[in-house]
């Protein structure tokens, strides 16, 4: 079982800057790939960058492209998403997720097999 423990969610005005952080309880390296997912009110959950923790290889969604960067520091077993530029329509809960296997693409909700509780990010123009 891996738990996975998000941070850094909060509120700024469009424009501004956040950066999340997710932890978990083993290796990235030995899980292998991590994601960060988000779901605004009504919408479904929808994947915005992944890292494949060997490889470092990154997707992102074309919406975040230019403006959010996924990273890790296996050391810390903890994924980082930085957020800038951001926008209304950023406003979401961010899911951080992690799969078992690797994807050469951006993941689907159901490839992932471990989820944390996700952190509100609201943006205010």
């Known amino acids: 079982q891996v738990r996975l423990v998000e941070s850094g969610g909060g509120s700024v005005l469009a424009g501004g800057s956040l950066r999340l952080s997710c932890a978990a309880s083993?290796?990235?390296?030995?899980?292998?790939?991590m994601a960060w997912f988000r779901q605004a009110a009504g919408q479904e959950r929808e994947a915005v960058a992944s890292?494949?923790?060997?490889?470092?290889?990154?997707y992102y969604a074309d919406s975040v492209k230019g403006r959010f960067t996924i990273s890790q520091d296996n050391a810390k077993n903890t994924v980082y998403l930085q957020m800038n530029s951001l926008r209304p329509e950023d406003t979401a809960i961010y899911y951080c997720?992690?799969?078992?296997?690797?994807?050469?693409?951006?993941?689907?909700?159901?490839?992932?097999?471990?989820w944390g509780k996700g952190t509100l990010v609201t943006i205010s123009s």
């Open positions: 083993t290796t990235t390296v030995g899980v292998g790939y």
């Open positions: 997720a992690a799969a078992l296997m690797a994807y050469l693409r951006l993941p689907t909700p159901s490839d992932m097999n471990y």
């Open positions: 890292i494949y923790a060997r490889g470092g290889t990154r």
